[in-house]
């Protein structure tokens, strides 16, 4: 094998293992080795080894009893990775019509090499999706926009010239009690952000969650000094940078 190819195949395992990390954890929460061994089907041995060069490299928090976390830099490699395997999944389902067990399989082969204005193009033509086709979020992209109406009218403009946030966002639906943060993204067109900005959901405003309801029921929030009771049709599109260290990933 070449080094390039060495290189390429060792990056494509660390994004997995970090995809994975990051599907199994609940908003920063620690995630034990026996659940990635199982979750990838590796030796245990094996997933520890890992973990611990990738604690070397900065991208987690590994402890031996403790499990292991992302740290702000593998949030964002590992959000980066999900984002994109769950757009290809989407449109491997809408677009292509592949069969629904095929899905996964197929997107992890592609979402290594899709580039981030693949990603961007692709995003658009699927109309800023929000869910994948096994119902799960699919992440808030990097671009510093704050709504996916400001990212069209900017479409001429590249990646490497609009720039990437540098904040981990999180969709309200996956913080939790008592978090609180500001309202950085809305996802969606001028309909869904014209309905938010009626409740006093807008850019810029801080929010402070209640109460989640379990079962992918509707989330409590306080906002302008009101209370909120918000579906998760409105809870995965919302997304904002917390705030306090208290909430730290």
Known sequence: ????????????NIEEYLETIYRLSNNGERVKTTRISKTLN????????????????GFVEYSQYKGVKLTDSGFKKAKSITRKHRLLER???DILKLKNNLLHDQACEMEHSLSDEAERALCQVLE???KCPDDYTIPA??????????CMNRNEEGIDQV???SENL??????????????????GDYKIIRRLMDMGITIGAKIKVIKVAPLSGPVEVAIRGSKLIIGQDIACNVFVEL???ENRL
Do not use: W, Y
């Open 1 to 12: 094998m070449s080094p390039n190819l060495r290189d390429k195949k060792i990056s494509e």
């Open 42 to 57: 590796i030796a245990p041995g094996s997933v520890t080894q890992m973990l611990k060069r990738l604690d070397k490299m």
């Open 91 to 93: 449109f491997l389902h």
């Open 128 to 130: 800023h999706p929000d």
């Open 141 to 150: 992209c990097d671009l510093p926009f704050t709504s996916c109406e400001e």
């Open 163 to 165: 720039g990437k946030r």
């Open 170 to 187: 999180l969709p309200i639906m996956e913080l939790k009690d008592k978090q609180q943060g500001k309202v950085s993204f809305i996802r």
């Open 243 to 245: 705030t306090g260290d």
